[in-house]
């Protein structure tokens, strides 16, 4: 297949590019895509989970979380856990891949929806 590009077709394809990385925020969402995708590519998943499956975190002493944000923690098999930040949930649009804290070991939270 031979794939023939227009001079305006590459014109477009820079300005729309343009467009994505010179807003803050839109980049961020592009770079957390472009982490994402490649994180499915090639991450082995311990766990596929929903967010409502996660806790609340909580401090060593029971206490609760120092931050206003809500972060949001799911067991490890290492004895450690994974950790939702709310930054990266603002980031994802359904789901996300977050790696344990501790182990190589990675899960995939599905935001939307409930377990059925």
Not at 35 to 51: G, P
Not at 75 to 80: E, F, I, K, L, S
């Amino acid at each position: 297949m031979c794939l023939v590009v227009t001079g305006l077709a590459v014109i477009y394809c820079v300005c729309m590019l343009y467009q994505v990385l010179r807003d803050a925020g839109s980049r961020a969402r592009y770079d957390h895509q472009l982490t994402q995708a490649e994180l499915h590519a090639t991450v082995v998943l311990h766990d596929e989970i929903y967010i409502d499956d996660m806790g609340e975190w909580q401090q060593q002493d029971g206490a609760a979380a120092p931050t206003t944000a809500q972060h949001l923690v799911y067991p490890c098999r290492c004895g450690d856990s994974y950790m939702l930040e709310p930054a990266d949930r603002q980031l994802a649009t359904d789901s996300i891949i977050i790696p344990c804290r501790s182990c190589s070991n990675h899960i995939l939270v599905r935001l939307n929806g409930t377990p059925g």
